[in-house]
C-alpha cells in the first residue's frame, strides 16, 4: 500500500513569487492535513480538506492556500513568497470520517521550500 | 487554548537502555487524544503510539509505553532496550475535542541512541 506522497520534495523560490505543493493520500483517505515546521515555531497547523471542503484552518495568512480534489489529492499554494515562509511542509491524511483523534493521521515526506 | 510543553530539548540513552521523554500539556477539553510521533532524520514523521484521554490504561505497543496521568496533565513516553534506530526528534501531540486534521504540537525533544 502506497504512502502519502509529496511533490516536489525539494525547491528553492525568491521572494514574490508563488509555490505550489502536492499531496497524493494513501489510497481510500478522504481528509488531508497540512503543516509548516521551522526551527523557530515548530509544527504549525495550516489546514485540512475533507472531500474537496475545507473543515478546519489554522492562523496563517490568506497567502496561504490550499484545495482538495475529487481524488482526494490536495494541493496548497503560497502566494507573494517572504523569506520566512522557508520551511519544511508536511501533508498528513486520514480516513477523516471520525471527528478528532479517531483519525490516525500518516505523514509524507515532506516538501522543503527554500525562498531566497 | 491548548498547550503542550516538552521540558526535555535534547536527551541521551545509551544502547539497551531505558528512557523516559516527558509532556505535559494544558487543556479545557474534556475529550482529546494524545500522540507520540517520531521525526529521524530522513524528517518523516511517524507515529510511534497513541492514547485516548477516556481510557484509564496506558497504551503500549512493543517497547514503547506511555504513562498517562490526566489530573497531572502529563503523558510521557518510556523506550525500553533503546536502539541505534530509535534515534529521532520525539514530538508529543495532541487532538482536542472534536478538531478535524489539526495535531498541537510539543517543541519536540531529540533523542541520541549511543552504542
Known amino acids: 500500500k502506497a504512502g502519502v506522497t509529496q511533490t516536489p520534495r525539494y525547491l528553492i523560490k525568491t521572494r514574490g513569487q508563488q509555490v505550489t505543493l502536492s499531496c497524493s493520500p494513501i489510497s481510500g483517505h478522504r481528509s488531508v492535513s497540512w503543516y509548516q515546521q521551522t526551527p523557530g515555531q515548530g509544527l504549525q497547523f495550516l489546514f485540512e480538506y475533507f472531500s474537496e471542503t475545507q473543515r478546519n484552518k489554522g492562523n496563517f495568512p490568506g497567502r496561504f492556500s490550499g484545495r482538495q480534489f475529487s481524488n482526494s489529492r490536495s494541493e496548497m499554494n503560497v502566494s507573494t513568497l517572504e523569506l520566512g515562509d522557508s520551511a519544511l511542509y508536511l501533508c498528513?491524511?486520514?480516513?477523516?470520517?471520525?471527528?478528532?483523534?479517531?483519525?490516525?493521521?500518516?505523514f509524507g515526506a515532506g516538501s522543503r521550500l527554500t525562498v531566497l | 487554548a491548548q498547550t503542550v510543553t516538552q521540558s526535555q530539548p535534547e536527551m541521551s540513552v545509551q544502547e539497551a537502555e531505558t528512557v523516559t521523554l516527558s509532556c505535559t500539556y494544558d487543556?479545557?477539553?474534556?475529550?482529546?487524544?494524545l500522540f507520540w510521533y517520531k521525526q529521524p532524520p530522513s524528517r518523516q514523521m511517524i507515529l510511534v503510539i497513541r492514547q485516548e484521554a477516556y481510557k484509564q490504561q496506558n497504551a503500549t505497543e512493543n517497547r514503547f509505553s506511555v504513562n498517562f496521568q490526566k489530573a497531572a496533565k502529563s503523558f510521557s513516553l518510556k523506550i525500553s532496550d533503546s536502539q541505534l534506530g530509535d534515534t529521532a526528534m520525539y514530538f508529543c501531540a495532541f487532538i482536542f475535542g472534536t478538531s478535524y486534521g489539526k495535531l498541537t504540537f510539543g517543541q519536540g525533544t531529540i533523542l541520541t541512541v549511543h552504542p
Open positions: 487543556t479545557s477539553e474534556s475529550n482529546y487524544y
Open positions: 498528513a491524511s486520514s480516513v477523516g470520517q471520525l471527528p478528532g483523534g479517531a483519525n490516525v493521521l500518516t
